[in-house]
């Protein structure tokens, strides 16, 4: 019987940033892409997640999306059977961070959502240059299908995020924590530093991806989310 696998979206990121992911699981698991317009909280997000998914499954968040998941084991324990992390952070609000995402939002507002993606994109991926000049315009059409407001709620949600930390002992079921190698937002070390807290978690290292590692490297992803749910 194939395993229910839920894949969590992050910051502007919407079903298509998942790509033919779902397609390579397919073997293992009936998938389905949650993202999140509409909402401006964390918990309300995984509230959501948990009114439209199956009664038992897999919940897999990148960035954000971890956020929520993290949200949804401490929610809802029972009905996770696994928990993939991917790109995702569990640290609190750190200093600058409200001042970066308000200028982020002003830019948003004023310049619109291209400008935002051609000033807040170009970090966030890894360091192979053509691979990057090859997923701008993917990117950039992905975040120009959202809006500001979409945006700002997303931004409060992220600023108002509940601490996880006395969640990541709890964690009994099989835990995947990935990060690529270049990602400056959430770091391999990062990983290993959520490893520590999480009892027989997996961490997986994609090498030359960035924060953006499901679009950027979906193979080595693909292989690693379909290791994770074997094990579930």
């Given at each position: 019987m194939k395993q229910s696998a839920v894949l969590l979206s992050g910051l502007l990121c919407d079903e298509a940033f998942w790509g033919d992911i779902p397609q390579r699981l397919a073997a293992v698991a009936e998938t389905q892409v949650v993202s999140f317009r509409g909402f401006?909280?964390?918990?309300?997000m995984a509230r959501h997640v948990l009114e439209i998914a199956p009664e038992r499954f897999a919940v897999a968040g990148h960035s954000m999306g971890g956020r929520v998941a993290l949200e949804i084991m401490r929610a809802?324990?029972?009905?996770?059977?696994?928990?993939?992390?991917?790109?995702?952070g569990v640290h609190a609000v750190r200093d600058g961070e409200p001042q970066s995402r308000s200028h982020l939002l002003r830019v948003a507002y004023e310049q619109g959502m291209s400008a935002l993606a051609a000033e807040w994109l170009p970090p966030m991926l890894g360091g192979d240059a053509a691979?990057?000049?090859?997923l701008m315009p993917r990117l950039c059409a992905m975040i120009?299908?959202?809006?500001?407001d979409t945006y700002?709620?997303?931004?409060?949600a992220m600023l108002n995020r509940p601490e996880v930390l006395t969640v990541l002992p709890t964690i009994a079921v099989p835990t995947l924590l990935l990060s690529g190698s270049d990602d400056i937002w959430s770091p391999v070390s990062q990983?290993?530093?959520?490893?520590r807290r999480i009892p027989h978690a997996t961490l997986f290292e994609i090498h030359g991806a960035g924060h953006?590692?499901?679009?950027?490297?979906?193979?080595s992803v693909a292989i690693a989310l379909r290791e994770w749910l074997l094990k579930v």
């Open positions: 401006c909280s964390i918990p309300a809802a324990p029972r009905r996770i059977t696994g928990l993939a992390l991917l790109n995702t691979r990057a000049a090859e120009e299908r959202f809006t500001a700002a709620g997303q931004v409060s990983q290993q530093s959520i490893r953006m590692a499901p679009l950027e490297r979906p193979d």
